[in-house]
């Protein structure tokens, strides 16, 4: 009887695996150590791993959702409320995917701008902002892209003004007023209009400050020209306190509902159409320049049979410049520009008698509305405190420098010049800047602790040195002696008070920093004479600024009197060979070729023109009359207009129409008188 033997059984691949080890393996399993006490261990690690972890995210959730809350991507239902209705309903359809979706546009935003693709990037840009509304950075990035990298690709100067005046709006009308907490989005709008409109950086930057000048004045007007700054914060005081609404502005003025019975019969509204309507029909008939171009006109699309009876009706002319203007003002600044007329006006009550049609106005206005918001806020350390004191003082300086607008509307003319008013607002900033500095709070730096007084000092010293200049030029010698004193002192502190220029006398130091700054050689009296001269004609005529043109003359003739001792006869004199001529002649020579310049333009050669003293035209009338009436003619302006005859002149007749000069022998003898 056969025994059936049973098949080799395989083994299956865990016993394979475990047989394979030899028997004095450590790592092998024995009864003392089972299979899955290894694999205990493993759990156990992992697991303590896990709870670490879930403790710490339990410690970092508070600090995460400060985070959260600081940038405003916490958004409950009431959220969404007072958003455009595009934006409030990505927002509700979107829920808690909002924030994956704004993370992957952000990203891609932020590649398509480092390859330089902008257009691309603001259209992402967009989209993140109807996505998450109050994700506070993506509104700077938008605004910042228009202004400066898409604005730049534009050739035309209006195209690019368009750019830049969408990415102010973009803060001014939408980020802000969704983020009304957010500081960054206050300064940054207030850096565009500082550094974009006010530096000079753009190619474009004087039809930047041409358009934001105009726009502002058709609304607000002039008020500054030839106003005192009591008058100018008078002038203003008027907007600023005037009725919040037109129903409340009738109730305390009954005199101004004939007005508005009349703006309805001429089918007009008392709105920003009609007051800009108005700004600009006074823009052209203050303009100086039309009446040399084409003579004063009324503006295209001016309600004629509307503007004639308020200018004719005493009755109705009255009620409506002095109290419904200044109504309209203030609803405007508030509902177009999201200015409040109460703060601009105790900024100028602080400040001194801003224009609010200069850049740096409006950017101080916009800083100091975020440094108020970063003051309420409770996370400072994220705040650069020190960059925006510096930023105010900066701009404090550029209407030092550049703060008297003159603008004419039809010409598109404006010049920017030095307004030596702001020089104590730049002072008392700077000392309440110190005082906030040596404070117990002190003001945050972000990544280098707390500021300190040096970090200001440099520019206190820029500043005297420029402030000087600008009052002694624009005739505030008391102010510039002042301003020199002090800066006399802050050399001696500094261990320079021995140097030659501080040891000179007001007109002497501002004489050579003028030097330094326009870039002329003392040594070259010739070149310096003739430089100080055309500021002169520039700065001083062009402006209608007879006491700017004597105070460049002076200077000038200084320089030229110490080179050529011609006040003091007892000094020697330079060779004659080296003699430049008279000073007279001089004056006459730079007069001369200013206007013959054919690249300075023709308007402001014409106002240098009206405003040069009568004898000086007289002198150069023979040699200019031709190249002026000339230039006049190509630039389609009449010459007699643009450049009439000197009252005084009297032409001299040609040597063939004079009478012979009569020989002493041939003069009739008079007769003798009858005894």
């Not at 450049?643 to 005084?648: I, L, S, V």
């Amino acid at each position: 009887m056969s025994t059936a033997v049973a098949p080799p059984r395989r083994p299956s691949p865990t016993t394979a695996r475990l047989s394979s080890r030899p028997a004095d393996d450590p790592g092998s399993p024995t009864a003392a150590q089972p299979i899955g006490s290894r694999d205990w261990i493993v759990e156990a690690v992992c697991g303590g791993i896990i709870i670490c972890c879930l403790v710490g995210a339990g410690f970092l959730l508070r600090s995460i959702g400060r985070q959260r809350t600081d940038l405003q991507l916490v958004m409950a239902v009431e959220g969404t409320q007072g958003m455009p209705p595009h934006v409030a309903l990505a927002t509700a359809a979107l829920g808690t995917f909002r924030g994956l979706a704004t993370d992957v546009l952000w990203i891609r935003a932020d590649e398509l701008q480092a390859k330089g693709q902008y257009f691309e990037a603001q259209t992402l840009a967009e989209w993140i902002t109807s996505l998450q509304p109050h994700f506070v950075n993506v509104w700077g990035f938008q605004a910042i892209n228009m202004a400066y990298n898409i604005s730049v690709m534009a050739e035309e100067p209006l195209d690019r003004w368009g750019w830049v005046s969408r990415g102010i709006e973009l803060l001014r009308s939408k980020g802000i007023p969704l983020n009304p907490n957010a500081p960054k989005l206050y300064e940054e709008l207030g850096w565009i209009l500082m550094d974009k409109v006010g530096g000079d950086r753009d190619r474009e930057h004087w039809f930047l400050k041409q358009r934001l000048v105009s726009d502002m004045q058709e609304v607000l007007g002039d008020k500054n020209y030839g106003r005192t700054a009591f008058e100018i914060v008078e002038g203003f005081e008027k907007v600023a306190n005037s009725p919040d609404t037109l129903q409340e502005l009738v109730a305390a003025h009954p005199e101004v509902q004939p007005v508005l019975d009349t703006l309805d019969t001429f089918g007009a509204k008392p709105d920003e159409e009609f007051l800009r309507m108005l700004g600009l029909v006074v823009m052209v008939n203050a303009s100086g320049d039309a009446a040399v171009m084409t003579g004063r006109g009324v503006p295209e699309g001016t309600n004629k049979p509307l503007v004639g009876t308020l200018q004719n009706v005493p009755e109705l002319g009255k009620p409506c410049f002095e109290l419904l203007i200044p109504h309209l003002q203030k609803r405007v600044l508030l509902d177009r520009y999201r200015m409040d007329a109460k703060k601009m006006l105790g900024l100028m009550e602080k400040y001194g008698p801003m224009d609010w049609r200069h850049p740096s106005a409006q950017g101080i206005y916009w800083m100091e509305e975020g440094y108020a918001k970063s003051l309420e806020s409770l996370n400072r350390e994220g705040r650069n405190e020190l960059l925006v004191i510096r930023r105010r003082l900066n701009m404090i300086a550029e209407l030092m420098r550049t703060g008297r607008i003159n603008y004419d509307a039809v010409s598109d003319r404006v010049d920017l010049l030095p307004d030596p008013r702001f020089i104590p607002a730049y002072e008392a900033a700077l000392a309440e800047a110190i005082a906030t500095i040596q404070s117990e709070a002190g003001v945050n730096t972000q990544f280098h602790g707390r500021a300190e007084v040096d970090d200001l000092m440099k520019g206190w010293e820029r500043f005297l040195n420029e402030a000087t200049i600008m009052a002694y030029v624009y005739g505030d010698e008391p102010k510039a002696n002042e301003c020199f004193q002090k800066l006399v002192k802050l050399a001696q502190e500094q261990g320079m008070g021995d140097q030659p220029i501080y040891r000179e006398s007001l007109q002497t130091f501002v004489t050579l920093r003028l030097g330094e700054v326009m870039k002329l050689d003392l040594n070259n009296t010739r070149q310096f004479v003739d430089g100080m001269l055309n500021r002169a004609l520039v700065d001083g005529l062009a402006q209608g600024r007879m006491d700017v043109f004597n105070r460049f003359l002076r200077m000038a003739y200084k320089v030229y009197d110490k080179k050529y001792s011609v006040s003091d006869p007892t000094k020697t004199r330079v060779q004659k060979h080296l003699d430049i001529g008279s000073f007279p002649d001089l004056v006459d020579t730079s007069f001369e070729g200013m206007m013959k310049q054919g690249k300075s333009p023709v308007l402001m050669r014409a106002r240098i023109w009206a405003w040069a003293p009568e004898e000086l035209k007289i002198r150069a009338w023979p040699k200019l009359r031709e190249s002026l009436s000339t230039q006049a003619t190509a630039a389609g302006l009449d010459p007699v207009r643009a450049f009439p005859r000197p009252r005084g002149y009297v032409e001299e007749k040609p040597a063939d129409q004079r009478p012979p000069a009569a020989l002493e022998n041939d003069e009739p003898k008079k007769p003798k008188p009858a005894a």
